[in-house]
């Protein structure tokens, strides 16, 4: 029998402070509630799913950047967190580099969606919180996603 594999949500939308870091942080948290387990990764340099996760700026690090770019190990950067059955990947300031780490790699734009296959099957969520703007790890969050979540502000620049 194949391995269960999670369902990967991205939240996604090039213009920031639309609340797509809330969106990501309080999904990924209702379907951890039900006896779910879920794994919110953090692709914001920001950090802000980190930070409202209880990761203080000093403890980014291991990060999704790490991971993501340098190749560690899933299982190092994977950190638990208050919510029961909600693991996070934290983000850093590292990530800011992602585009100018990744523009000369091959197969560029699936680099993710190749790392997610490491995601263990006892998840069955995986939770993208994406930066904002339209950059290559934008783009390898739309690739590897399963489906799109697009928080949209009622502002007439946000739509």
């Known amino acids: 029998m194949p391995e269960k594999l999670p ?3 991205a939240v996604i939308n090039t213009k920031g402070g639309v609340g797509k870091t809330t969106t990501a942080v309080n999904l990924a948290a209702a379907l951890a509630a039900p006896n779910r387990r879920v794994l919110l990764i953090d692709l914001d340099s ?3 799913a980190s930070g409202w996760l209880g990761v203080p700026r000093s403890r980014l690090n291991p990060s999704s950047a790490n991971w993501l770019l340098s190749h560690a190990p899933l ?3 994977i950190r638990a967190t208050s919510t029961p059955n909600l693991d996070l990947v934290t983000a850093s300031l590292d990530l800011a580099s992602a585009d100018v780490t990744l ?14 296959e490491e995601v263990p099957a ?8 994406c930066p904002p703007g339209l950059s290559l ?8 996603a399963d489906a799109l979540m697009v928080p949209v502000a009622c502002r007439p620049l946000c739509l």
């Open 7 to 9: 369902i990967t949500l």
């Open 46 to 48: 920001q950090a802000s």
């Open 75 to 77: 299982r190092k950067v």
């Open 103 to 116: 523009c000369d790699v091959r197969g560029r734009e699936v680099v993710l969606r190749g790392r997610l």
């Open 122 to 129: 006892r998840y069955d969520f995986v939770m993208l919180d």
């Open 137 to 144: 790890l934008g783009i390898n969050a739309l690739i590897a």
